[in-house]
Nanobody, 125 residues
Framework: QVQLVESGGGLVQAGGSLRLSCAASGDTGSPYGMGWFRQAPGKEREFVALFIWNLGATYYADSVKGRFTISRDNAKNTVYLQMNSLKPEDTAVYYC??????????????????WGQGTQVTVSS
């Protein structure tokens, strides 16, 4: 079993920054990495970022590339999402998730098996 707990969400003005955290416990030794997704009201859940630590590889959605950074603290078993230059369209509930396999379709939520409860990010204009 894996437990994922997100934190760090909140209300911020456009142009501001937030850092989300995802604390993991249990069997977190997945070689496939951890990702972040988000879901805005009335929209489908969408991929944000993926970090495959044993490859040192990161992937980002085009909409956040250059503004968001995914990272991991091995000692704390925590994955972070640093979000800079936030825009109102970044408003959503953000979820971290464990990738279940090495599928090239890593932007698809079906390829993740454990999910956190989500943390709300609201960006005001």
């Amino acid at each position: 079993q894996v437990q994922l707990v997100e934190s760090g969400g909140g209300l911020v003005q456009a142009g501001g920054s937030l850092r989300l955290s995802c604390a993991a416990s249990g069997d977190t030794g997945s070689p496939y990495g951890m990702g972040w997704f988000r879901q805005a009201p009335g929209k489908e859940r969408e991929f944000v970022a993926l970090f495959i630590w044993n490859l040192g590889a990161t992937y980002y959605a085009d909409s956040v590339k250059g503004r968001f950074t995914i990272s991991r603290d091995n000692a704390k078993n925590t994955v972070y999402l640093q979000m800079n230059s936030l825009k109102p369209e970044d408003t959503a509930v953000y979820y971290c998730a464990r990738r279940r396999n090495g599928s090239r379709f890593f932007r698809t939520s079906e390829n993740y098996d454990y999910w956190g409860q989500g943390t709300q990010v609201t960006v005001s204009s």
